[in-house]
């Protein structure tokens, strides 16, 4: 069982930044590829990016180049570094958890607002 719990959402101006927070606890999370995801209003829940244990990233083409996600194994946390925030990226941001090797080890965590609006 991984237990995820975001922080550092809020409201930023376009062109603005903010870092994201995922800190888990309860199993080994070294092992786990960790992703962000995110949900606007009225759409699907989709991926943004994702970090192995290894540290290789992939990112939506949306974002590449202005998000940046790095991990703390040592902290059990994973972070979502957003640069030049535009209002479309406005969205609850999930953070996630999944084994490898195991299909049924999937968490979540319970979601952080991110507005962008002048």
């Known amino acids: 069982q991984v237990q995820l719990v975001e922080s550092g959402g809020g409201l930023v101006q376009p062109g603005g930044s903010l870092r994201l927070s995922c800190a888990a606890s309860?199993?080994?999370?070294?092992?786990?590829?960790m992703g962000w995801y995110r949900q606007a209003p009225g759409k699907r829940r989709e991926l943004v990016a994702t970090i192995t244990s290894g540290g290789s990233a992939n990112y939506v083409d949306s974002v590449k180049g202005r998000f940046t996600i790095s991990r703390d194994n040592a902290k059990s946390t994973v972070y979502l570094q957003m640069n030049s925030l535009k209002p479309e990226d406005t969205a609850v941001y999930y953070c996630?958890?999944?084994?490898?090797?195991?299909?049924?080890?999937?968490?979540w965590g319970q979601g952080t607002q991110v507005t962008v609006s002048s």
């Open positions: 996630n958890a999944h084994h490898p090797l195991t299909v049924s080890l999937n968490y």
């Open positions: 309860g199993s080994i999370f070294s092992i786990y590829v």
